[in-house]
Each structure stands twice: as structure tokens, then as C-alpha cells.
């Protein structure tokens, strides 16, 4: 279990996240038709450079860039390169960073141009589900209840629920325990406690929930091909529940 958290690191780790979420409004913004997912990593490396803090992906477990950067069928870790943003796409911005020595952690998916319905239901349903399981974020709860409320969500319209990638404990290493799944039963788990502080994450898919490594040897996709959608933010648990540090 990750250890609680002093309330001198939960002002860093609320810099922090504060930090992430305004670099993630303006990479958001950035997102449109014929732009590269690299021109996206540069600007995000900018502006992290800007804030006096660092990417924390870049060279983790020689991981190559600042961002992952994930087109419709790739689930996570897509590699940002040459490949331009089309209409009809949608696409997975996963950025992390760190900021005096703590970790903050976040993702969005965006329809690029106009998008058709179905697609707009799973970014929708996705966005949904990592906000039901942000409620349960909560002291006295299970971990479990996370997970359940997440795959309850996405399954009650329609979409699977990635199993191979999963959720985790952040602070001053990108990745703590405890790992936090998508899936599972409620009342099941660890007990969370206030200090406790999570990356949540639901990757959720159209098709199948089943994913298979590209030869990259990083970016995962759908084993069907079939869209994904990515969600998470870094939540810290509180006596009063969940605060979300990366909105």
C-alpha cells in the first residue's frame, strides 16, 4: 500500500496537478486535423519546461517521449511521431509530470473534427466512468469499489473494459502501489484511507476488451482494431473524499 501522504506533500502534489491540468488545457487545444502527434509532444515538453518542472515519462524505462500519444484502436503508449491527426479520428493525450520532486498524472481523449455518434458515446461513457469511479474515492471504501463502479458504468452501455493495463498509487515515484483495475467486485481490496493519493485511469474499448503489444514493444491496441478511449486524473483521498488535483 502507498504511504499516506503529509499535508506539506499534498501542497506539492496540488501544485503539481494544478500545473498538469492547465498544460493539459492548452494541449487540448492544440489538437486538430493535420497537426502531428510529434508537434504535440514538443509543445507539451515546452510547456513543462516552462513551469520549471519535467516530463515524467521521457526516459522512463527508456520510454522515448513526453506524451503518449494514442489514435483510435491504440489503447495507451502510442509513440508520438510524423503521423498527422485526421478527421473522424479520436484521439488519447496521456501526459505525466513531475514538479519538486512529485508526480502528477493525467489523460483525455479527443474527437478530432467531427466525429461519428458512436464514437462520441465512448469518449462520453468513458469520461462518465472515471467519474463514477472518483466518487468512490472515498475513506472506509475499498479499492474494489472503484473498480466496480468504473466497469459497471462501461458495461451498462455497452463497452468492455481494458484489463491488461490498470490504474496505480502516484506521488513522489510515477507509479505506487496500490494497482487500481477497472474491473472487479465491490468491498473487495485495500481499505482507502484519507492521504492516499490515486491515478485513476479507465481505458474502455468499443469491441473487445481484449489488447495486444505492437512490435514497438510499448503501444498497446485492441486486439479487434476497434476505438478505446482513455480517461484519468490523480485524485488524492481526503476526510471530506475525493479531491481531484489535475481539473
Not at 488545457?25 to 513551469?51: C, F, H, M, P, Y
Not at 503521423?83 to 479520436?90: A, S, T, V
Not at 484521439?91 to 467531427?114: C, E, Q
Request: charged share 25%; glycine share 10%.
Amino acid at each position: 500500500m502507498i504511504p499516506l501522504k503529509s499535508e506539506e506533500d499534498l501542497k506539492l502534489l496540488r501544485a503539481s496537478g494544478k500545473i498538469l491540468a492547465k498544460i493539459m488545457r492548452r494541449l487540448r487545444e492544440s489538437v486538430d486535423v493535420g497537426v502531428s502527434t510529434s508537434d504535440i509532444d514538443k509543445l507539451a515538453e515546452d510547456l513543462i519546461n516552462k513551469e520549471n518542472a519535467r516530463a515524467a515519462f521521457k526516459g522512463y524505462r527508456g520510454y522515448p517521449a513526453c506524451i503518449c500519444a494514442s489514435i483510435n484502436e491504440e489503447v495507451v503508449h502510442g509513440i508520438p511521431g510524423g503521423r498527422k491527426l485526421k478527421e473522424g479520428d479520436i484521439f488519447s493525450l496521456d501526459v505525466g509530470l513531475v514538479y519538486r520532486g512529485f508526480y502528477s498524472d493525467a489523460a483525455i481523449t479527443v474527437g478530432v473534427g467531427k466525429i461519428n455518434p458512436g464514437l462520441k458515446k465512448l469518449i462520453d461513457a468513458t469520461k462518465n466512468a472515471l467519474s463514477e469511479g472518483i466518487k468512490q474515492a472515498r475513506p472506509k471504501n475499498h479499492l474494489g469499489d472503484i473498480s466496480y463502479a468504473i466497469q459497471n458504468y462501461a458495461e451498462r452501455h455497452g463497452f468492455s473494459v481494458v484489463r491488461q493495463f490498470v490504474g496505480h498509487g502516484i506521488g513522489k515515484a510515477l507509479h505506487e502501489e496500490p494497482e487500481i483495475p477497472n474491473f472487479g467486485l465491490p468491498h473487495r481490496g485495500a481499505v482507502l484511507k484519507s492521504g492516499m493519493v490515486l491515478a485513476i485511469e479507465p481505458m474502455i474499448n468499443l469491441g473487445t476488451w481484449e489488447t495486444e503489444i505492437l512490435e514497438n514493444g510499448w503501444t498497446a491496441v485492441t486486439k479487434d482494431r476497434l476505438p478505446s478511449a482513455h480517461f484519468e486524473h490523480t485524485v488524492a483521498i481526503t476526510d471530506k473524499g475525493a479531491e481531484i488535483l489535475t481539473q
